[in-house]
Nanobody, 122 residues
Framework: VHVVESGGGLVQAGASLKLSCIVS????????AGWFRQVPGKEREFVAS????????WYGDYVRDRFTISRDNAQSTVWLQMNHLQPSDTAVYSC????????????????WGQGVQVTVSS
């Protein structure tokens, strides 16, 4: 299974970005998907996750109402729409998938992308 993210970049506070995650080597509908973020020196942090067909969605408290996770299994793609970005959102964002486990626990995810840098300037 191969996971590849795209869409990161440098934006000003208040702007929006949309991250994409393409999964290959397996059917996306076999996996739950999640986004996590990490800054140097800190633990990986849960951002959002979505179950196999988008029926259930979970968000980290600090991104609720600003970020939206979605998926299209036919396109093997998971997205993270990020609105009203703040400097505190600056991090490397990684996409991950798992077959079955805790939706918000990084340890339960089996396959990870390399991550994309998101930098929000004030």
């Amino acid at each position: 299974v191969h996971v590849v993210e795209s869409g990161g970049g440098l934006v000003q506070a208040g702007a929006s970005l949309k991250l994409s995650c393409i999964v290959s080597g397996a059917r996306l509908e076999d996996f739950m998907a999640g986004w996590f973020r990490q800054v140097p020196g800190k633990e990986r942090e849960f951002v959002a996750s979505i179950d196999w067909f988008g029926d259930k969605i979970w968000y980290g408290d600090y991104v609720r109402d600003r970020f939206t996770i979605s998926r299209d299994n036919a396109q093997s793609t998971v997205w993270l729409q990020m609105n009203h970005l703040q400097p505190s959102d600056t991090a490397v964002y990684s996409c991950a998938v798992q077959e079955l486990g805790a939706p918000t626990g990084a340890r339960d995810y089996d396959y990870w992308g390399q991550g994309v840098q998101v930098t929000v300037s004030s």
